[in-house]
């Protein structure tokens, strides 16, 4: 079993920076792909970044690439995802989640986080 907790989530101004932080407890992470996803209200959950066990593959949604990035430090049991020049369309509840395996843009992980709020003001 994995316990994912975010944080670092708020209010930021558009064009503004905010490091989101998922760690987790139970179980090391280092064999476990990790994800980001976010749901904003009357949209559809959307995926954001993953990253494999590893570190060393990354992917990110045509939304946030070249803004967004993904990190993980198994060490610490923690991931990260580093959101800068943000949006007001970014504005939503934002989502650490883990799987066994190959990571995946499709919503198939084994354990969620409970999410943390990151709204954009314009």
């Known amino acids: 079993q994995v316990q994912l907790v975010e944080s670092g989530g708020g209010l930021v101004q558009a064009g503004g920076s905010l490091r989101l932080s998922c760690a987790a407890s139970?179980?090391?992470?280092?064999?476990?792909?990790m994800g980001w996803f976010r749901h904003a209200p009357g949209k559809e959950r959307e995926f954001v970044a993953y990253?494999?066990?590893?570190?060393?593959?990354?992917r990110y949604a045509d939304s946030v690439a070249g803004r967004f990035t993904i990190s993980r430090d198994n060490a610490k049991r923690t991931a990260y995802l580093q959101m800068n020049k943000l949006k007001p369309e970014d504005t939503a509840v934002y989502y650490c989640?883990?799987?066994?395996?190959?990571?995946?843009?499709?919503?198939?992980?084994?354990?969620w986080g409970q999410g943390t709020q990151v709204t954009v003001s314009s």
């Open positions: 989640a883990a799987k066994r395996g190959m990571p995946t843009i499709y919503s198939t992980y084994d354990y």
């Open positions: 990253i494999n066990w590893s570190g060393d593959t990354t």
């Open positions: 139970g179980r090391t992470l280092s064999t476990y792909a």
